[in-house]
């Protein structure tokens, strides 16, 4: 199995919304301060929020193969057109949150 970056984080995170079909259906995220990163799907999106976990797990571990680091694999995306499966990462600024909790409660709320 291909290298991964860590999944877990005590660093703050750096995150960007996932649009598929204009719905925001998870976040992709990066440690400020350490090599993680991740996708979390949003609760209320359902099944399509939980299959792009599959291709964005893949576009990680790409990232991680490739010598990008988690924050550079947050902008990789932006601005790409939308993925039938991954959906589509907006231009724009990453948002910051002080905890990885924090974001897995957005994602659940």
Known sequence: ???AYPRTTSSAVRYVPVIKDDIVIGYLW???TDDAAQ???R???GDPAL???VVWTQRLRWAKANG???LQALRHWAGEGEDARAGRVPVGTPFELPTLAALVE???G
Do not use: R, W
């Open 51 to 53: 299959d792009a976990a």
């Open 30 to 32: 990066a440690a400020t």
């Open 43 to 45: 609760e209320q999106a």
């Open 39 to 41: 996708y979390v799907p």
């Open 1 to 3: 199995m291909p290298d």
């Open 106 to 108: 957005l994602a659940a």
């Open 68 to 70: 990008v680091t988690p």
